[in-house]
């Protein structure tokens, strides 16, 4: 099993800053080669914000493109997501996923709020 914890949530002004770290653990965490943020704003589905591989090769959400930086520490086993010039429409539970490659991710963490007052 994998098991993935989500941390650095919380409240911003729009304009503002915030980075969300996620950690891997478990047995097989050897078979994780993709992690990625996955979004949910209340009364919409959950949508695709940024995956990384082991490689480095990224990808990204339109509607995060040139705000959001997603990076990982393969040695630590930790992704994160550098997220600049919030808005309001970012508010949202942010889930950390892993999986053997980016179009499946089968491991979900327990999400972290983030909200962007305007």
């Known amino acids: 099993q994998v098991h993935l914890v989500e941390s650095g949530g919380g409240l911003v002004q729009a304009g503002g800053s915030l980075r969300l770290s996620c950690v891997a653990s478990?047995?097989?965490?050897?078979?994780?080669?993709?992690m990625g943020w996955y979004r949910q704003a209340p009364g919409k589905q959950r949508e695709l914000v940024a995956t990384?591989?082991?490689?480095?090769?990224?990808n990204y959400a339109d509607s995060v493109k040139g705000r959001f930086t997603i990076s990982r520490d393969n040695a630590k086993n930790t992704v994160y997501l550098q997220m600049n010039s919030l808005k309001p429409e970012d508010t949202a539970v942010y889930y950390c996923?892993?999986?053997?490659?980016?179009?499946?991710?089968?491991?979900w963490g327990q999400g972290t709020q983030v909200t962007v007052s305007s």
């Open positions: 996923a892993a999986g053997p490659v980016s179009t499946i991710l089968n491991y």
């Open positions: 478990g047995s097989i965490i050897f078979r994780i080669n993709a």
């Open positions: 990384i591989t082991s490689g480095g090769n990224t």
